[in-house]
């Protein structure tokens, strides 16, 4: 078994830092759930987009480090590791932010994993074989495939999509948002992946 993942809103949750950072600029009123999706349509109603995309260079450059991990993830990858699963990380990212700052957003994305422990003798003892950014969709997807990975999360229903169906589909919904009905497993919950793989 070779078991991949998606990075953004799969392994890291970003709800609480993206309202964090919104209120602080002012944009939204603090009525707004903590909710990534939300605050996005909100400012798009009101013709920001620029200003939405300015702030997820923020949140995933300079501001990533304030971003926590989904309850059970790092539990969870630690149980998998000692049953000798082999895991990589599989993620679609651009290098810089397409406004703002130029943050570089894969050393960022490194650093965030480099505090949890991924790579640490105590952690998952992971090296730079097992951490993947691909710049589109589709060199993604080819790395899934090169890879040779057995099953794959990801949060993205239209990933799942271009994935061959020779590879186990792993939907991660935690917020019970399933819009369509497909033949993929559904993770709500990290701590019931080792469930779902048996």
Not at 56 to 70: H, K, L, S, W
Not at 97 to 108: E, I, N, R
Not at 159 to 176: E, G, Q, V, Y
Request: aromatic share 12%; with cysteine; hydrophobic share 40%.
């Amino acid at each position: 078994m070779m078991l991949g993942f998606d990075f953004d809103n799969t392994l890291i949750r970003y709800d609480e830092l993206f309202q964090k950072v919104v209120l602080e600029s002012k944009l939204v009123p603090g009525s707004l759930p903590a909710d990534k999706n939300a605050i996005r349509n909100y400012l798009y109603r009101l013709n920001m987009e620029d200003e939405w995309t300015r702030i997820q260079g923020e949140v995933y450059g300079a501001r990533i480090n304030e971003a926590r991990p989904f309850d059970g993830m790092l539990e969870t990858l630690r149980s998998l590791k000692k049953a000798r699963i082999k895991m990589c990380l599989v993620s679609h990212k651009t290098r810089t932010p397409y406004l703002g700052p130029s943050y570089d957003l894969h050393q960022a994305a490194f650093d965030w994993l480099t505090r949890q422990g991924f790579f640490d003798d105590q952690g998952l003892c992971w090296g730079e074989g097992h951490v993947f950014f691909e710049s589109t969709k589709e060199a993604k997807v080819r790395k899934i495939v090169s890879l040779g990975c057995t099953h794959y999360i990801d949060d993205l229903p239209e990933i799942l999509k271009m994935l061959p169906d020779r590879i186990t589909k792993i939907l991660f919904s935690p917020k019970d948002k399933i819009k369509e009905q497909n033949d993929w497993l559904v993770l709500r919950s990290w701590k019931d992946l080792p469930s779902l793989l048996l």
